[in-house]
């Protein structure tokens, strides 16, 4: 039976963004997302609820008579308008679908590497180095960090006595083949217990391709589907060890992989030799473009990289048939002083347009915002907004520990305890941050879409996951603001009244 109709006061929610884009002014819910564009009679429309309107319930219940009638509809589904007195006074309240979702499988196949780059976060890799003396220094470059942080082959961003461990044992530099096929079946009872029927695997490391026999192993096992969870699979790869075995086994997995690669003038990734990588990269790039394989090139844009960082790597993403680059934006806080925000943004943007053009798009931590605040509530389905490291994601090392992420200092317990890991403190600590940021971020305009600065440096300068960088966050909005102004009508809902 239909309900009757009652008179309801809607007002404007007070997550309302608004951002003028040419004719057009952009409008978005702070916490939920659904961008879209109106032009000046629908913003008008909006903006006639500001101080509260009477709308009769049966509006949202029957067919709209008018286009204005749509777009109200539109407007209260996208929680722009909302009904008097509800404002949304706790993410909860906000929250439409199920956000405790594991979805990420981080499986770090070698704890070693066969290159040297100037900027590792992993700091050196595979060697017998004291935990002793990193924990000794930990307090003191704690202290100096509260200034600046360096991360450099010599100095990891890690920042505690477990993940240093991990790092120095020569027991834990190679997943062997059966304990990573039982590690998976262990992570695919927590990735159901939590909900999601769909995992991506990433085969990370150190250099992952160090391992080759362990991913050959788990993607023959595995497959697309293992107990009604949907599988894909990436990697993150210097591409210096892809053979023609390689090649042809990720085409027909459909893995998608990322080679990194900064620029192809960059010395900051040489071999461990010391000899420039980019010929062997280029080499393994060419064998992977032979099976047609998908490839990104993953490129970091860090104070190492900022001179040689450029439109050229997009002419190489071209040239090897990459149609995506993914740009990490240095860990490192001081890198967001000392360049400044609108340098970076400049530089970047400068490379965005071209990619543009030539058809190449550049992603990352900081076009993620931007992807999710085009969805509506997308965290509650992709399960983080855009660290999956905060709760979505189990890195899992080769003696089956499991932290958030390679990056992560923090110890959550052991793969074999599957489901009940999800229980454990530490993995709710992480799950915490997935939609609720830290209270010095209430009010920011992209607070439901931006986790902040990566967890592991965090870790390193405040001895917390839950804590915010300042220094990076201009950066974050700027660049998102960037992208929202340079939308084109075509590109997504827009309301002309
Ligand atoms: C740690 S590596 C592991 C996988 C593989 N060895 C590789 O180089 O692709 C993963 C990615 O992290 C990036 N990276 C390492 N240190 C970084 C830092 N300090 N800031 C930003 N990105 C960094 C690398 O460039 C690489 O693309
Ligand atoms: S290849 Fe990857 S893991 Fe090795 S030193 Fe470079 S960034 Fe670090
Ligand atoms: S980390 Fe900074 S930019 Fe990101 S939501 Fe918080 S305050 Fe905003």
Same mark, same amino acid.
């Not at 001179?307 to 050229?312: E, P």
């Not at 965005?352 to 053009?357: C, K």
């Given at each position: 039976?239909?309900?009757?109709?009652?008179?309801?006061?809607?007002?404007?929610?007070?997550?309302?963004?608004?951002?003028?884009?040419?004719?057009?002014?952009?409008?978005?819910?702070?916490?939920?997302?659904?961008?879209?564009?109106?032009?000046?009679?629908?913003?008008?429309?909006?903006?006639?609820?500001?101080?509260?309107?009477?709308?009769?319930?049966?509006?949202?219940?029957?067919?709209?008579?008018?286009?204005?009638?749509?777009?109200?509809?539109?407007?209260?589904?996208?929680?722009?308008?909302?009904?008097?007195?509800?404002?949304?006074?706790?993410? /909860?309240?906000?929250? *439409?679908? @199920?956000?405790? $979702?594991? %979805?990420?499988?981080?499986?770090?196949?070698?704890?070693?590497? =066969?290159?040297?780059?100037?900027?590792?976060?992993?700091?050196?890799?595979?060697?017998?180095?004291?935990?002793?003396?990193?924990?000794?220094?930990?307090?003191?470059?704690?202290?100096?960090?509260?200034?600046?942080?360096?991360?450099?082959?010599?100095?990891?961003?890690?920042?505690?006595?477990?993940?240093?461990?991990?790092?120095?044992?020569?027991?834990?530099?190679?997943?062997?083949?059966?304990?990573?096929?039982?590690?998976?079946?262990?992570?695919?009872?927590?990735?159901?217990?939590?909900?999601?029927?769909?995992?991506?695997?990433?085969?990370?490391?150190?250099?992952?391709?160090?391992?080759?026999?362990?991913?050959?192993?788990?993607?023959?096992?595995?497959?697309?589907?293992?107990?009604?969870?949907?599988? /894909?699979?990436s990697? *993150?790869? @210097?591409?210096? $060890?892809? %053979?023609?075995?390689?090649?042809?086994?990720?085409?027909?997995? =459909?893995?998608a992989v990322c080679v990194?690669?900064?620029?192809?003038?960059?010395?900051?990734?040489?071999?461990?030799?010391?000899?420039?990588?980019?010929?062997?990269?280029?080499?393994?790039?060419?064998?992977?473009?032979?099976?047609?394989?998908r490839v990104a090139l993953n490129?970091?844009?860090?104070?190492?990289?900022?001179?040689?960082?450029?439109?050229?790597?997009?002419?190489?993403a071209?040239?090897?048939?990459a149609s995506e680059i993914g740009?990490?934006?240095?860990?490192?806080?001081?890198?967001?002083?000392?360049?400044?925000?609108?340098?970076?943004?400049?530089?970047?943007?400068?490379?965005?347009?071209?990619?543009?053009?030539?058809?190449?798009i550049?992603t990352?931590?900081?076009?993620?915002?931007?992807?999710?605040?085009?969805?509506?509530?997308?965290?509650?389905?992709?399960?983080?907004?855009?660290?999956?490291?905060?709760?979505?994601?189990?890195?899992?090392?080769?003696?089956?520990?499991?932290?958030?992420?390679?990056?992560?200092?923090?110890?959550?317990?052991?793969?074999?305890?599957?489901?009940?890991?999800?229980?454990?403190?530490?993995?709710?600590?992480?799950?915490?941050?997935?939609?609720?940021?830290?209270?010095?971020?209430?009010?920011?305009?992209?607070?439901?879409?931006?986790?902040?600065?990566?967890?592991?440096?965090?870790?390193?300068?405040?001895?917390?996951?839950?804590?915010?960088?300042?220094?990076?966050?201009?950066?974050?909005?700027?660049?998102?603001?960037?992208?929202?102004?340079?939308?084109?009508?075509?590109?997504?809902?827009?309301?002309?009244?």
């Amino acid at each position: 039976m239909n309900q009757p109709s009652v008179e309801v006061t809607y007002t404007t929610s007070k997550d309302l963004v608004k951002l003028p884009v040419n004719k057009h002014t952009a409008v978005y819910h702070r916490k939920l997302g659904g961008l879209s564009l109106l032009n000046e009679e629908s913003l008008r429309t909006l903006m006639s609820f500001e101080k509260g309107k009477t709308l009769k319930t049966n509006l949202f219940t029957s067919e709209a008579n008018d286009r204005n009638d749509e777009l109200i509809q539109q407007l209260a589904l996208r929680k722009l308008i909302i009904p008097e007195n509800l404002s949304f006074p706790t993410n /909860q309240e906000t929250q *439409v679908g @199920n956000t405790n $979702l594991v %979805t990420v499988i981080q499986l770090v196949m070698a704890n070693a590497c =066969n290159f040297g780059c100037t900027y590792c976060f992993e700091g050196v890799q595979g060697q017998e180095l004291s935990v002793d003396n990193h924990m000794n220094s930990l307090d003191e470059s704690r202290i100096i960090a509260r200034d600046s942080i360096k991360i450099d082959i010599n100095d990891s961003m890690y920042a505690s006595e477990e993940r240093f461990a991990h790092q120095y044992d020569p027991k834990n530099r190679h997943m062997k083949d059966k304990a990573g096929v039982s590690y998976v079946k262990d992570a695919l009872k927590a990735v159901k217990a939590s909900g999601s029927s769909n995992v991506m695997i990433q085969f990370f490391g150190g250099e992952p391709l160090l391992n080759w026999k362990t991913i050959n192993k788990v993607l023959n096992t595995f497959g697309h589907e293992h107990d009604g969870i949907d599988i /894909q699979y990436s990697t *993150v790869t @210097n591409g210096s $060890l892809i %053979t023609e075995e390689v090649a042809e086994t990720f085409a027909n997995f =459909n893995v998608a992989v990322c080679v990194s690669v900064d620029s192809p003038t960059s010395p900051s990734r040489p071999l461990k030799n010391g000899d420039h990588s980019m010929p062997i990269v280029m080499d393994g790039v060419r064998k992977l473009q032979k099976y047609q394989n998908r490839v990104a090139l993953n490129s970091a844009l860090t104070s190492s990289t900022w001179n040689d960082f450029d439109r050229s790597i997009v002419d190489l993403a071209v040239d090897v048939g990459a149609s995506e680059i993914g740009v990490v934006v240095d860990f490192d806080p001081t890198f967001y002083t000392k360049f400044g925000t609108e340098n970076i943004v400049d530089k970047l943007w400068n490379v965005i347009q071209y990619g543009r053009q030539k058809g190449v798009i550049l992603t990352g931590y900081w076009h993620q915002i931007f992807q999710v605040i085009l969805g509506f509530d997308a965290v509650s389905y992709r399960g983080f907004k855009n660290c999956s490291a905060k709760g979505a994601q189990l890195s899992i090392e080769p003696n089956g520990s499991v932290f958030s992420c390679k990056a992560g200092s923090t110890l959550m317990g052991k793969i074999h305890e599957a489901t009940n890991l999800l229980e454990s403190d530490s993995y709710q600590s992480h799950n915490k941050l997935r939609r609720n940021n830290p209270s010095i971020c209430n009010g920011c305009e992209i607070e439901g879409f931006c986790a902040g600065l990566c967890l592991g440096t965090l870790e390193k300068k405040f001895n917390s996951i839950g804590a915010v960088e300042p220094a990076t966050c201009n950066f974050y909005r700027e660049i998102t603001k960037k992208h929202i102004q340079s939308l084109q009508p075509d590109e997504l809902a827009t309301f002309d009244l």
